[in-house]
Nanobody, 125 residues
């Protein structure tokens, strides 16, 4: 059974850092583009960051660029999101998603094959 599993969320003060991790089960991880999205209460799900299956390209939303870094380790079958200089506006449920063969700018749209259940990130002021 195919699964996407996030971890690493929590409560942090503004200006702090968190590292989210995501792994998959039942998928050939190296062939999937991976993305992070988030959804705050009362708001629509929005794109955060993504990385292509070949690790050659990554994408960020304007709101997190220069603060967040996405990376993947195909040997460990994980994708990470390092979040620095966190703001209260970053508070949301963060989702990891996988798209087979995913690469290029389309990774910024939520058309992924598999989604995780989400991990909560709360940034206090």
């Amino acid at each position: 059974q195919e699964q996407v599993i996030e971890s690493g969320g929590g409560l942090v003060q503004a200006g702090g850092s968190l590292n989210l991790s995501c792994t998959t089960s039942g998928l050939t991880f190296s062939t999937y583009g991976m993305g992070w999205f988030r959804q705050a209460p009362g708001k629509e799900r929005e794109f955060v960051a993504a990385i292509g299956w070949g690790e050659s390209n990554s994408y960020y939303s304007d709101s997190v660029k220069d603060r967040f870094t996405i990376s993947r380790d195909n040997d460990k079958e994980t994708v990470s999101l390092q979040m620095n200089s966190l703001k209260p506006s970053d508070t949301a449920l963060y989702y990891c998603a996988a798209e087979h063969g995913g690469t290029g700018p389309r990774l910024m749209t939520p058309n992924y094959d598999y989604w995780g259940q989400g991990t909560q990130v709360t940034v206090s002021s």
